[in-house]
């Protein structure tokens, strides 16, 4: 991590060995990486190893589990089990260190939870554009929708 940071930084991380195992599914279905044909213990020593293609893993994450230490009104450090466990939460968490605290309005009329019901990977991966990869604006306007109001009303 750049040892100036001027902006915030929100590093979402995943038990490693879930991250994994996500890790080699998604290898075995690349045509690129599948042809590689390596086995999955050898593949899983690199990855404690921290020899993959995105950096050693556990450096990565004790820098930024430090700078999150250090300066955590910079670097917010979350675990995606603790974000899927209690999302509104997280929500709430990433919105205060944003400096954009949902009022008291929008919590009681329950937005924190319309965008917490958007951005689960059952709506997400029914929308139309994930499915054809084409963005039809009348009909995925949900998500634009949220983030037109929101910077409307906080960057205005």
Do not use: H
């Not at 009329?109 to 554009?129: K, P, T, Y």
């Amino acid at each position: 991590m750049p040892s100036q940071v001027l902006l915030s930084i929100i590093y979402l991380c995943r038990n490693p060995l879930d991250q994994f195992i996500s890790l080699w599914q998604f290898m075995q279905q690349n045509e690129v990486t599948a042809k590689k044909g390596i086995a999955f213990d050898e593949a899983l020593e690199l990855f404690l190893q921290g020899k993959q293609f995105f950096g050693p893993f556990w450096d990565q994450r004790l820098g930024y589990w430090n700078a999150s230490s250090k300066n955590p009104e910079k670097v917010l450090f979350l675990k995606y089990e603790g974000l899927k466990r209690d999302t509104i939460l997280g929500l709430k968490e990433i919105a205060k260190f944003l400096d954009f605290p949902f009022p008291s309005e929008e919590e009681n009329n329950g937005l924190i939870e319309d965008i917490a019901e958007l951005c689960r990977f059952e709506s997400l991966e029914n929308m139309e554009v994930n499915k054809s990869g084409k963005m039809d604006p009348e009909n995925n306007c949900q998500f634009y929708l949220f983030f037109l109001m929101f910077v409307n009303k906080n960057l205005s």
